[in-house]
């Protein structure tokens, strides 16, 4: 059974930076993109971040782009999420995707999900 675990969310003043993992079992990691989304109270679910099987292509939203910071650990089966400068509007539950064929941007590519954790940015 394939499980998606994240960790690392919390509450942090603006301008502070938290790291997400997200760890993976019960498949061959190296073999699947890794992607976040977020998704903030009354709002769809939104592309964060995705990378390819080895983490040498990364892709993000233009919101977040050049605050966070995707990466993948292959021999520890995770994938991270280093955010920085954070702001208010990043507050959200962030949810790790994983999948073998997707469109890093479309949520619907990715077959396996985490629970997801919830991050709160206070101004």
């Known amino acids: 059974q394939v499980q998606l675990v994240e960790s690392g969310g919390g509450l942090v003043q603006a301008g502070g930076s938290l790291r997400l993992s997200c760890a993976v079992s019960?498949?061959?990691?190296?073999?699947?993109?890794e992607g976040w989304f977020r998704q903030a109270p009354g709002k769809e679910r939104e592309f964060v971040a995705a990378?390819?099987?080895?983490?040498?292509?990364?892709v993000y939203a233009d919101s977040v782009k050049g605050r966070f910071t995707i990466s993948r650990d292959n021999a520890k089966n995770t994938v991270y999420l280093q955010m920085n400068s954070l702001k208010s509007e990043d507050t959200a539950v962030y949810y790790c995707?994983?999948?073998?064929?997707?469109?890093?941007?479309?949520?619907?590519?990715?077959?396996?999900w985490g629970q997801g954790t919830q991050v709160t940015v206070s101004s």
């Open positions: 995707a994983s999948g073998i064929a997707v469109v890093y941007r479309k949520a619907e590519t990715y077959d396996t």
């Open positions: 019960g498949r061959t990691f190296s073999n699947y993109a």
């Open positions: 990378c390819n099987w080895s983490g040498s292509s990364t």
